[in-house]
């Protein structure tokens, strides 16, 4: 019996997580045993247990219940807690996905206990080091034993980095989920109808540091999403985080033109995206999400 520990904390990580937790549930005969320990990077219930539940995902063998806080001490306190995990558990091997604080914790616990670890969504570079998530990819590889990369690029850019010994290009999970969630999404979602909406809609998300702890960058966005809006319906599902930026810097005034929401449930999300004329993002998920669909997208 191989023991893996899965450690998720945000939205893209249940997502990949869903995809790769059924293969091991229906493939591999109860061979591999899974723990999910979900960090608790993000905590309100529309960003965590509704992908849970929608996405048939088991339930955490832990929740640390970590969330909020800086860099450092966020990191500081999963990197304590997923210690612990591990020392019980004793796994074979560590599982972490894309870029997150929760996957920089898993990969500097894993590592210095000297479980191997393996990454999905390994080799993915913005080349922008103020990006916190620049940094939490690179030094995940470095310590990484396994790099699953979704793309040739990814292999290319870790082979720059002098890392070649476990690098495979096995594709894109967000495909296979993007795939697999897709008709379910379009026969069961009644957002659209719940928001009023007709087919020729935008679709915004804004969370990244770098758009939203800038008081002029984020006054920018929302004045440029208020006059795209006197021309077609906009719809922001807004991030908790982003919310109370935009009321603290008194930007809240833009939210009135735009049709706004919380965050969005997995399934909910994509039957938007699949109808949006354009979709206006800062998230690499929603990017990919957007370029698998078909729609037409605008990076921040």
């Given at each position: 019996m191989i023991k893996v520990v899965t450690i998720v904390g945000a939205r893209p990580q249940f997502i990949k997580a869903s995809a790769v937790s059924r293969v091991?549930?229906?493939?591999?005969?109860?061979?591999?045993?899974?723990?999910?320990?979900h960090t608790g990077q993000h905590y309100d219930e529309n960003m965590s247990k509704v992908f849970f539940d929608e996405l048939d995902i088991p339930a955490p063998f832990l929740n640390l219940g970590i969330g909020g806080g800086g860099h450092g001490a966020m990191t500081g306190r999963m990197l304590i807690s997923i210690e612990e995990v591990l020392l019980s558990v004793k796994p074979d091997w560590v599982l972490i996905y894309g870029d997150t604080n929760s996957t920089l914790a898993g990969a500097l616990a894993a590592s210095k206990l000297n479980i191997p670890v393996a990454h999905v969504e390994a080799g993915l570079r913005s080349f922008n080091m103020r990006m916190p998530e620049e940094i939490n990819r690179i030094l995940s590889d470095r310590v990484s034993t396994l790099l699953f990369c979704p793309t040739d690029a990814a292999v290319k850019n870790l082979f720059r980095e002098g890392l070649t010994t476990g690098v495979t290009n096995v594709g894109d999970v967000m495909y296979d989920v993007a795939l697999y969630y897709k008709a379910r999404a379009q026969s069961q979602s009644t957002?659209?109808?719940?928001l009023g909406l007709q087919n020729d809609f935008a679709l915004v998300t804004c969370?990244?540091?770098?758009?939203?702890?800038?008081p002029n960058r984020l006054r920018s966005i929302m004045i440029a999403l208020s006059e795209i809006a006197e021309r077609i319906p906009v719809v922001f599902p807004v991030h908790p985080r982003t919310r109370k930026l935009v009321n603290d810097y008194g930007l809240a005034m833009y939210l009135d033109r735009l049709i706004i929401c919380d965050p969005l449930p997995f399934l909910d999300m994509i039957a938007l995206e699949q109808e949006s004329r354009m979709i206006l993002t800062d998230s690499g998920g929603v990017q990919k999400?957007?370029?698998?669909?078909?729609i037409k997208k605008l990076i921040f």
């Open positions: 091991i549930r229906d493939l591999h005969g109860g061979s591999v045993e899974e723990f999910i320990v957002i659209q109808k719940r969370h990244r540091a770098e758009n939203t702890d800038d999400e957007a370029f698998f669909y078909g």
